[in-house]
């Protein structure tokens, strides 16, 4: 018997690829949308990327921040992948207003799925609930690291992901019954768009693209392909030992913003135009950080670690990533140039 897979989050960056690579390995798939006007969107997506029929592919309107039809949506499922997020359309003030819906939306998709006897949720949380107070530089980066919550620096995205999956773990240890449960903590996310929805860190890309850095911060990064991602949720779903586990989803290495600029300049001399070869010194974003919050962000991004482990995936789960750093930036770059965002 086919297995039906429910992924929250249909329209988003992760969730599309991740219904591709579930329909493409003859999965029966279910996702949520906030309003079901959206399939289309969904299938055009899927058909310009070669599904040719959407047999195996059901969509019911839900909301995480309300508890409507999730019984429904998960009724008959085998696998839950929770990988919507609450959507702000400005970023809150408040960070009580970030961290609450967080919160509330996974363990309502964790109720739900104990209700329903799904076997196993998968939850999408971030790099951020992991490695941001590490700032040893001969300490590794490992799935046992959790960031402080009160960490300086930390935004109110990060805090909110973090203080959700610490709350789903609770939730699973004290409620949660026979449910299984697995966490993906992805880096920066990048790689090639099935369309033009991108996600949060392609910002990034295009602060350095649009010439908003007039000098390029030495910060570096760890960064994963989409379709690297979008394959470890699938393994972390049906992998005996990935219960009760977390996995670190990062490619091998790191890739400092100066270094994508450098390389955009070589490979896209005719969109690198506004594209900064100046270097902002570490003591510019120091000094920075004493009045301005962005600064402060940008200031934990230069003191953390960035020496990530992420062999657990590996050789627990067999994930092999299949992009390298310069090779996940330039897809990244292709995707934004396709479609219009730069």
Do not use: Q
């Given at each position: 018997m086919t297995n039906t897979v429910l992924v929250t989050g249909g329209t988003g960056f992760v969730g599309a690829q991740i219904i591709l690579q579930l329909l493409q390995q003859g999965y029966n798939v279910r996702t949520t949308l906030r309003s079901l006007s959206s399939k289309y969107k969904v299938m055009d997506t899927l058909q310009s990327n070669g599904i040719k029929s959407f047999d195996s592919l059901a969509f019911v309107e839900a909301d995480l921040l309300k508890d409507d039809h999730w019984d429904e949506a998960m009724e008959g499922c085998d696998y839950v992948l929770s990988v919507a997020s609450p959507v702000f359309f400005t970023i809150p003030q408040d960070e009580e207003e970030a961290v609450r819906p967080a919160v509330e939306g996974i363990i309502r998709i964790l109720k739900s799925a104990r209700n329903a006897g799904v076997k196993r949720v998968v939850m999408t949380s971030n790099f951020g609930a992991v490695g941001f107070s590490n700032k040893d530089p001969n300490k590794v980066t490992t799935e046992a690291d959790w960031t402080n919550p009160n960490?300086?620096?930390?935004?109110?995205?990060?805090?909110?992901?973090?203080?959700?999956?610490?709350?789903?773990?609770?939730?699973?240890?004290?409620?949660?019954?026979?449910?299984?449960?697995?966490?993906?903590?992805?880096?920066?996310?990048?790689?090639?768009?099935?369309?033009?929805?991108?996600?949060?860190?392609?910002?990034?890309?295009?602060?350095?693209?649009?010439?908003?850095f007039k000098a390029v911060p030495n910060i570096p990064l760890n960064i994963v392909d989409v379709r690297d991602v979008a394959d470890l949720h699938i393994r972390a779903m049906t992998h005996p030992l990935a219960n009760g586990q977390r996995f670190i989803a990062s490619a091998d290495g790191q890739i400092s913003l100066p270094e994508i600029a450098a390389l955009i300049r070589k490979k896209y001399p005719d969109a690198a135009g506004k594209v900064s070869a100046r270097t902002l010194p570490n003591a510019v974003i120091y000094l920075g950080a004493l009045f301005n919050k962005q600064a402060k962000e940008a200031a934990l991004l230069l003191r953390m670690n960035r020496n990530v482990n992420n062999a657990k995936a590996k050789t627990m789960l067999g994930w092999k990533p299949i992009a390298a750093n310069e090779e996940i930036v330039l897809s990244s770059i292709n995707s934004m140039l396709k479609f219009g965002i730069i």
């Open positions: 960490e300086k620096g930390l935004s109110i995205y990060e805090k909110s992901k973090l203080l959700a999956e610490r709350a789903a773990w609770d939730f699973i240890k004290k409620e949660g019954g026979d449910l299984e449960f697995t966490t993906i903590n992805p880096v920066a996310i990048f790689g090639p768009s099935l369309s033009a929805h991108i996600s949060g860190s392609f910002d990034l890309l295009k602060l350095v693209l649009d010439g908003s």
